[in-house]
Every structure is written in C-alpha cells, then in structure tokens.
C-alpha cells in the first residue's frame, strides 16, 4: 500500500472512532460531523436521506432507548474505489446501558461508504442488515437468508 493510501486509511479509521465515540456519548451531533450533507442511512430498514435526518432520528435514540449505549464494531474490509471513495464492511452491534457484549442476533453487517471531499474523508452512505450465519459445510462466507420470500414481483 502506497503512503497515501496509508494515510486515507488511517483518516477513514479515525472518522469511524470518532463517529463511535459521539455514539457512546450520546452526541448525534458529533455522531454525524463527517457524514457529507446528502448522505443516506438505512438502519433497521429505514432511510434516512440526509445528515440532518440521521441527527434527527439518532437525537431522540439516545434521549430514548439508546441513552447509555455503545457500540461493538468490528472491521472486516476496507477497500478504495478509485481515488476519491473508499467502502468499509464491518460488524456491529449495539450495547445497550449495562451489557458487557452484544448477542449473536443482535449482531448486523454494515456497509459505510466513504468520499473524500476537499481532502477530508466523510461517510457518503450507510448501510446494516442483521448477520445470518451462512449454511452448515458450505465453507462460504456468503451470508443467505434461507426463508427470505419477496413480498412483490418486479
């Protein structure tokens, strides 16, 4: 990896702790400094389409049911597109006030979406969906879902 690429690595880490950082304190505010104006967010299965509404809807988390919680993360990827974005997958999962680790089934895979803008690297785009164990002896990683059932043809 070149000293650049190091460099943006090292940046988009410290966008993450920072992010999980505001997330423990409870700050979405600080949860949401570098998410560009126009990112999106999908958190259990609904879209939040700009900064503002990721604050919005993670403000009235932490004075509800997410107060006191943190977060378990987990890197699992980190790869560039191009010169200007960056995709990390991760696994995480919330700890709510007073756990010590966070369930198998409350585990989800996440999908951040980095750009860099001005020199800065911000999140672009977020994305989880809950961790499904993939079948017994396949040796894939792939996760399935086994009883999905689309609710609509396309």
Same mark, same amino acid.
């Given at each position: 990896?070149? =000293?650049? %690429?190091?460099?943006?690595?090292? /940046?988009?880490?410290? !966008?993450? !702790?920072?992010?999980? %950082?505001?997330?423990e /304190?409870? =700050?979405a505010?600080?949860?949401?400094?570098?998410?560009? $104006?126009?990112?999106?967010?999908?958190?259990?299965?609904?879209?939040?389409?700009? &900064? #503002?509404? !990721? +604050?919005?809807?993670? $403000?009235?988390? @932490?004075?509800?049911?997410?107060?006191?919680?943190?977060?378990?993360?987990?890197?699992?990827?980190? %790869? @560039?597109?191009? +010169?200007? /974005? /960056?995709?990390?997958?991760?696994e995480?999962?919330?700890?709510f006030?007073?756990e010590?680790? *966070?369930? #198998?089934?409350g585990? *989800?895979?996440?999908?951040?979406? @980095?750009?860099? &803008? =001005?020199? &800065?690297?911000?999140?672009?785009?977020?994305h989880?969906?809950?961790?499904? #164990?993939p079948?017994?002896?396949?040796?894939?990683?792939? +996760?399935?879902?086994?009883?999905y059932q689309?609710?609509?043809?396309?």
């Amino acid at each position: 990896m070149s =000293d650049s %690429r190091a460099e943006d690595e090292a /940046a988009i880490q410290a !966008v993450l !702790v920072d992010s999980y %950082r505001a997330w423990e /304190a409870g =700050d979405a505010g600080g949860m949401v400094a570098d998410y560009t $104006a126009d990112a999106t967010a999908i958190m259990t299965g609904s879209l939040r389409d700009s &900064r #503002d509404a !990721v +604050r919005e809807s993670m $403000a009235l988390a @932490f004075d509800g049911p997410l107060k006191g919680s943190s977060t378990y993360n987990k890197q699992l990827s980190l %790869r @560039f597109v191009g +010169r200007d /974005a /960056a995709i990390v997958v991760s696994e995480s999962g919330i700890l709510f006030a007073g756990e010590t680790e *966070v369930a #198998d089934t409350g585990k *989800v895979n996440a999908t951040w979406v @980095f750009e860099k &803008r =001005d020199g &800065r690297w911000l999140i672009a785009a977020y994305h989880n969906s809950p961790v499904v #164990d993939p079948e017994p002896g396949s040796g894939s990683t792939v +996760r399935t879902l086994d009883s999905y059932q689309p609710t609509a043809t396309l």
